[in-house]
T-cell receptor
Framework: NAGVTQTPKFQVLKTGQSMTLQCAQD?????MSWYRQDPGMGLRLIHYSVGAGITDQGEVPNGYNVSRSTTEDFPLRLLSAAPSQTSVYFCASTQGRGGPGGFRDTQYFGPGTRLTVL | EDQVTQSPEALRLQEGESSSLNCSYTVSGLRGLFWYRQDPGKGPEFLFT???AGEEKEKERLKATLTKKESFLHITAPKPEDSATYLCAVTSRGNTGKLIFGQGTTLQVKP
C-alpha cells in the first residue's frame, strides 16, 4: 500500500491563479480530510468527507472547494489563490466514517504540499 | 469552543534526560485525545489515542496519560532520534470527526 499520497510536493502560484491539490489513498478509507499548517497556528481543518459524495466544512473553509466522487480521491481546489493561502497542506484519511475518535480511528497523513502564493 | 494548548513550545534535553510534554484541553465532551509525532518536512505520524481519564498507553520510550483536563507525554531516557515536533489533538462529541490541534512541542535531544 502507498498509503496517502499528495501531489505536487511544492507549488508556487501568483495571486488570482487557480489550482488543485491532489490527494489519494489506497486503503479503502471512508473518511478523508484536508488540513493546513501554519507557523504558530498548528494544524487546522479545512474540509472533510465521510464518504463518496459527502463533504462538509471544517474550521477554515473559505477560499477552498472540495468534492469526493470516489472513495480513493479527495482533491482540494483553490479557485483564486491569495497570499494568505501560503501554507503547507496535508491530506489525511481514517478507516471509519466517524473519522478520528470513532471505531478504527487511526488517522494517516500524507507527506504534504508546500504552497507559496506570490 | 474546543481548545488545545501545548507546553512548552520547545524543549531541549540531553540524551537520557527524561521529561514530560503537556497538553491542556477544553472540550464539550471528550471523544478522544491524540498524540502525533511530526518530523521536519513530513506529515504527522500517529502515536496514541486516549479516551478516558486515567487511561495510559506506552510505546517504546513514550508513555501517554490522560486526566479530565490534560494529557502528558512522558519521554523516558530519550535518544537523539526522538527529536521531532509532538502534536496533541482532540475530538469532541460536539465536533464529531473533527480534530482540533495544539500548536505542538518541538523536542530536541542532544547526544
Amino acid at each position: 500500500n502507498a498509503g496517502v499520497t499528495q501531489t505536487p510536493k511544492f507549488q508556487v502560484l501568483k495571486t488570482g491563479q487557480s489550482m488543485t491539490l491532489q490527494c489519494a489513498q489506497d486503503m479503502n478509507h471512508e473518511y478523508m480530510s484536508w488540513y493546513r499548517q501554519d507557523p504558530g497556528m498548528g494544524l487546522r481543518l479545512i474540509h472533510y468527507s465521510v464518504g463518496a459524495g459527502i463533504t462538509d466544512q471544517g474550521e477554515v473553509p473559505n477560499g477552498y472547494n472540495v468534492s469526493r466522487s470516489t472513495t480513493e480521491d479527495f482533491p482540494l481546489r483553490l479557485l483564486s489563490a491569495a497570499p494568505s493561502q501560503t501554507s503547507v497542506y496535508f491530506c489525511a484519511s481514517t478507516q471509519g466514517r466517524g473519522g478520528p475518535g470513532g471505531f478504527r480511528d487511526t488517522q494517516y497523513f500524507g507527506p504534504g504540499t508546500r504552497l507559496t502564493v506570490l | 469552543e474546543d481548545q488545545v494548548t501545548q507546553s512548552p513550545e520547545a524543549l531541549r534535553l540531553q540524551e537520557g534526560e527524561s521529561s514530560s510534554l503537556n497538553c491542556s484541553y477544553t472540550v464539550s465532551g471528550l471523544r478522544g485525545l491524540f498524540w502525533y509525532r511530526q518530523d521536519p518536512g513530513k506529515g504527522p505520524e500517529f502515536l496514541f489515542t486516549l479516551y478516558s481519564a486515567g487511561e495510559e498507553k506506552e510505546k517504546e520510550r513514550l508513555k501517554a496519560t490522560l486526566t479530565k483536563k490534560e494529557s502528558f507525554l512522558h519521554i523516558t531516557a530519550p535518544k537523539p532520534e526522538d527529536s521531532a515536533t509532538y502534536l496533541c489533538a482532540v475530538t469532541s462529541r460536539g465536533n464529531t470527526g473533527k480534530l482540533i490541534f495544539g500548536q505542538g512541542t518541538t523536542l530536541q535531544v542532544k547526544p
